[in-house]
């Protein structure tokens, strides 16, 4: 069953074109919204704590960098449990670099139009023009330093995905056919004679050291027989609770 990430700027079209992919394949589909209301409640954060901490522009960032990749490993590790039961459409920030340890994902980049963009925040969020431009302005520069400074990668760079879907040109339908006809290549198959990672080992996260500086161990809430992959990422995520 196929894994696949999809990474959506603000009102892009990207929700549309998971929600679709997973009718048409009959895959669960998870957001990234969802992905952080699942942690906070399996880690025992709180979800504002987790949501504002992970939102912090990078000065923040920096000063609680140890903090700030516990909560990316409690993420992770979620992610995992939902790849782990089969296949999976993912739509949010990097999640492509969330699953870099699974080879078989299929990254995908969903864009549109700035114009297009403005048009559906004012009309799905009753924005005026303005306000829409801003708040597109502000989330693509906190996403772009959200991969920057913590991975060292550029979240536009087009080597980073697979296939690069530009909304202005196709359909979300179209857009959901391609992919959808892109899972069937042998490259995204999942198999057990693939090593562990692909294209090059799993990203590392920016300044820190192999083990990292981690805060005081979190016991997840409920415990099961995981691979040695998920088990090391529950053994990683070590919270601050209250800071």
Known sequence: MAVITISRGSYSGGKAVAEQLGARLNHPVFSREQALLQAAEQYGISERELTETLN??????????????????????????????????????????????????????VIAGLEQRITAAMAQSGLNREQAIAHIQRVDHERSKWAQVLYGVDWNDPGQYDVILNLEHLSAESACETIARMTGLKEFQPSPRKPSTSRGRQPEFKGVGRDGEQPAHAQRRSGSHRPRRQRDHHRQCRLHQGG
């Open 56 to 109: 912090q522009p990078p000065p923040f960032w920096q000063q609680v960098l140890g903090k700030r990749l516990a909560y990316v490993k409690c993420v992770t590790a979620v992610l995992l449990d939902h790849v782990r039961q089969g296949g999976l459409v993912y739509h949010g920030n990097v999640g492509h670099l969330l699953l870099a340890g699974v080879p078989h994902v299929l990254r995908v980049r």
